[in-house]
């Protein structure tokens, strides 16, 4: 991934990845998509189904306590969070996302996916995390959205 990195795009991907910093761009994303569809549940799903994961991802994180990558020859193209690497939290919210939103825009599921994998691969593109940490967020994300479908009933098909 450093061998990608160019001025113009690692701003690009850093203002992208900014927008997954506490789940806050799909929570937007979720309450914009209410606002037109007129149903209020669409953003309250999208939002227990971010924050939740963001919640459970940050449990394992104390405990597994992994540090940033740190490379000689790939510096770090933003400023690290100062929070465990593993799992990437970015990536588990957006997989968590992705999965809420596409219950509400079916026809977006696949744009949805796509987005939330970019937003993965972003961290990895930075530096501030491991390939490893982006893999098992988005497993971590894809499980607990699911739970998140069959807790609780606004994330389910409303669309």
Not at 51 to 68: E, H, I
């Amino acid at each position: 991934m450093a061998r990608l990195r160019r001025p113009g795009l690692d701003r690009a991907v850093a203002a992208y990845s900014r927008l997954g910093n506490s789940g806050v761009g799909w929570v937007a994303l979720g309450a914009g998509l209410a606002l037109v569809r007129r149903e209020p549940r669409i953003a309250a799903a999208t939002a227990v189904a971010v924050w939740g994961t963001l919640a459970v991802n940050y449990a394992v994180k104390t405990r597994v306590d992994r540090p940033r990558p740190e490379f000689d020859d790939a510096p770090q193209a933003i400023e690290p969070p100062s929070t465990s690497s593993f799992p990437s939290s970015h990536a588990a919210m957006s997989a968590a996302a992705a999965l809420a939103l596409a219950d509400a825009a079916p026809r977006a599921g696949g744009a949805l996916r796509l987005a939330a994998l970019a937003m993965a691969a972003s961290r990895v593109h930075l530096g501030v995390h491991h390939p490893s940490d982006v893999v098992a967020g988005y497993l971590l994300g894809s499980v607990t959205g699911r739970i998140s479908r069959r807790l609780v009933p606004a994330l389910r098909r409303v669309g």
